[in-house]
């Protein structure tokens, strides 16, 4: 395969009881993936990695910090599993662009050569576990609006919003727009929405993601970040919070991935220049688990076909 590839990478609510299991029965790659996993996670989630994809529980592994953990390596998993099935060995697949909703941004600049394997997972083991005590602190929520455009969506946020705390946190699709902050605030969006002729849905989530009440997740992420060693991404790896390309400098990547706790994920936008970029010339692929990004991308852009791979 010498076509280009652009490679999409899932974030949280993807998990499933049972992800990646497939690819590491079938695929020894993957299944060496889960085994380094396991060797430097130890039990440190209550039980190994590896153990938690494949056999739950599901409340566990629901939880921020470890549902963050389990994506990544799944994902990379999936990704070594289709290296060697596309016959790239232990070469460097012709990637074209990568991009990753969230979470899924740190295993876009992995596959990217820009942060190793045993970095990318400790650090969204971090992320998982600071976003999870942030959220503990506060009392946040978040609230799906089906239907509305940004400026909608910015005019929930002020008329629900009071003395509280309620941003746009993700630009999913159009009109799928994802609010999110406190939960009096969100209690308040339903009803306002409503009367704007929009759809509002709460979220079941541990907290006010992609929203300021993540200031103290991102204070210790942004700590790590700094002990970690960044190199320049092999290709264009687009930013959650920009919807364009990194920079390529590791103080410009560490800034992004911290600012991407507290700042909207602009997911439609990074799709739609991905799709403007590559003008038919690459191949689409979602790795595991789920295919949520596939179903995303059908509604940014009906012409970009993207092939998921949940299962091998």
Not at 180 to 190: F, Q
Request: charged share 20%; proline share 5%.
């Amino acid at each position: 395969m010498s076509t280009p590839l652009v490679i999409l990478c899932p974030g949280q609510g993807s998990q499933t009881v049972g992800m990646g299991k497939a690819f590491a029965e079938k695929s020894p790659e993957a299944r060496a993936i889960f085994d380094r996993a396991d060797q430097i996670l130890g039990d440190s989630l209550g039980t190994t990695l590896s153990r938690l994809c494949f056999d739950g529980p599901a409340d566990r592994l629901n939880k921020t910090d470890a549902s963050q953990p389990a994506i990544f390596t799944t994902s990379i998993a999936c990704y070594a599993a289709l290296k060697a099935q596309w016959s790239f060995g232990n070469g460097e697949a012709p990637i074209a662009a990568a991009a990753g909703l969230s979470l899924g941004e740190y295993t876009a600049l992995t596959i990217a050569g820009a942060i190793s394997f045993e970095d990318g997972l400790k650090l969204v083991t971090l992320r998982g576990r600071a976003m999870q005590d942030a959220a503990e602190a506060s009392e946040g929520g978040m609230v799906a609006l089906i239907g509305a455009d940004e400026s909608q969506a910015q005019q929930v946020c002020e008329k629900a919003r009071g003395s509280d705390v309620l941003v746009c946190a993700n630009f999913n699709a159009p009109g799928q727009i994802v609010l999110s902050g406190s939960k009096s605030a969100c209690d308040r969006a339903g009803p306002i929405a409503s009367e704007l002729g929009l759809r509002a849905t709460a979220l079941v989530v541990a907290g006010a993601f992609h929203s300021p009440l993540m200031k103290p997740a991102a204070d210790r992420l942004s700590k790590a970040l700094s002990e970690v060693d960044i190199r320049s991404p092999r290709c264009p790896v687009y930013a959650n919070v920009t919807a364009a390309p990194h920079t390529p400098t590791a103080a410009n990547i560490r800034e992004r991935l911290v600012e991407q706790l507290t700042s909207p994920v602009r997911w439609a936008q990074s799709c739609a220049a991905i799709a403007t970029a590559q003008a038919g010339k690459a191949e689409f692929h979602e790795l595991a688990p789920g295919r949520t990004l596939a179903g995303l991308y059908r509604r940014i852009d009906k012409n970009v076909k993207v092939a998921a791979h949940d299962e091998p």
